[in-house]
């Protein structure tokens, strides 16, 4: 299983002139190779192949006057670049012939100087390198200074230096890890309702609130970008806005990753199984809820847990979205009328009387186990997953600084 490791690093003044030229660079190749195969497209001409995309974007290119500045670069970085672009067409062309599931894929778009996040990956080839002294070695870079929050548990087989909207620099190691993290088994299996007056409930009755801290951090984001909207365009006082309402962004997308980790960290420790209801986080995106599920960031927290089982042995399996959790009664069975977001609690015609959001957590739970029952024959243990969610490859999320969390050794 491939994880992503990723940290702070604090670039020099060259070092960030470097790291500029080199997302510059980049950001050139790329855009050349979309207009190139955009071009050949127009023209009827067929499709430019990788290979040949390569050749002539970066070794002929560079002869030329100009782009000569090319080679004031790595030339791994400009050839990922492409590796990117090469990705992004062929989750399009999947995602159009039907063999990608999921959303609709949009075709790659220009990268532009003004984009919140700069992004260039290193890779073995590169020769980047992490040194004694604790600093990590980049071709035509230097050696730059890393906040190292934990150990890589083996040697990276790539690195993305990112600089995002907050004008930090981070560093995003790659490394596959082996499988034998498997956490010694246990009785316990919980069933995960994921809801809005509370960010989860368990089955066993426990209900999980968004912490104070972060509903405070998310107070100040508003406030900082109403103060935003205030300033006149283009006037210095609305570019320091900008930073700082990006600055606070970070923050907080900082301190919930750092609490879902902790949280995800804790059932996948204390259940052999974990099931969540499947819900459809796009579609409700939609709707006026919108603005509480974003910030509810459900989709990075049942990533989490799904590669989290899958690197420590455990199981996770999210339940259909269309089974009627919340009306279902888990001591009857029987499907009531539909109620009110409002309605908290609710009596069943059988006696029993029902919390709403945990009545829902253990018929996730039944239905969970009854799926997994089904094909425990087919899937022993979960397969093994690629980097997590959000932090893919050609998209790692810039404010990925996981830090090692109190009291949990792991993630
Ligand atoms: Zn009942």
């Known amino acids: ?54 050749r002539r974007l970066i070794t002929e290119a560079k002869q030329t006057p100009e782009r000569a500045w090319l080679g004031e670069v790595s030339s791994v970085v400009l050839q990922q670049a492409l590796a990117d672009l090469n990705t992004a067409y062929r989750n399009f062309f999947a995602s159009i012939t039907g063999k990608r599931k999921g959303r609709k894929v949009a075709p790659p778009r220009y990268r532009s100087r003004k984009d919140n996040r700069q992004a260039i990956r290193f890779t073995k080839n590169s020769r980047f390198k992490v040194l004694d002294n604790g600093r990590l070695r980049l071709p035509k870079i230097g050696d730059v200074p890393v906040r190292w929050s934990r150990s890589l548990p083996s040697d990276p087989s790539s690195v993305a230096i990112i600089k ?84 606070a962004h970070a923050r907080v997308a900082d301190t919930r990753r750092d609490w ?36 509810a960031g459900w989709a990075s927290f049942t990533g989490m847990l799904e590669y989290k089982a899958a690197r420590y042995g455990r199981t996770f399996a999210r339940v259909d979205r269309f089974f009627p959790s919340t009306r279902m009664c888990s001591a009857c069975g029987r499907i009531n009328d539909k109620m009110a977001l409002d309605v908290r609690a609710w009596d069943c015609p059988c006696g029993s009387h029902h919390d709403r959001d945990v009545n829902a957590a253990i018929n996730v739970l039944a239905a969970g186990q009854a799926d997994n029952s089904n094909d425990r024959g087919a899937q022993v243990r979960p397969g093994l997953v690629p980097a997590p969610r959000g932090e893919a490859v050609t998209h790692p999320n810039p404010a990925c600084s996981t830090r090692s969390v109190e009291g949990i050794s792991v993630l």
């Open 1 to 54: 299983m491939q994880l992503r490791y990723n940290f702070r690093v604090y670039p020099d003044t060259a070092q960030c002139e470097a790291l500029a030229r080199s997302f510059g660079c980049a950001r050139v190749v790329f855009n050349d190779g979309l207009r190139l195969r955009r071009q050949a497209r127009e023209n009827g001409e067929k499709y430019v192949s990788d290979a040949e995309l390569s």
């Open 164 to 247: 995002d909207a907050a004008g930090r620099y981070f560093a995003s190691f790659v490394v596959t890890i082996g499988q034998d993290e498997t956490l010694p088994p246990t009785d316990s299996e919980v069933g995960i309702d994921l809801g809005l007056t509370h960010f989860a409930v368990l089955s066993d009755g426990t209900k999980v609130a968004a912490p104070k801290f972060l509903r405070r951090a998310a107070r100040k984001l508003k406030r900082l970008q109403q103060a935003l909207a205030r300033k006149t365009k283009g006037s210095a006082n609305r570019k320091k806005a900008v930073v700082k309402v990006a600055r």
């Open 260 to 295: 879902q980790h902790k949280l995800s960290t804790m059932l996948i420790r204390d259940n052999q199984a974990v099931y969540v209801e499947d819900l459809c986080v796009v579609g409700l995106g939609r709707t006026r809820l919108a603005k509480s599920v974003h910030d």
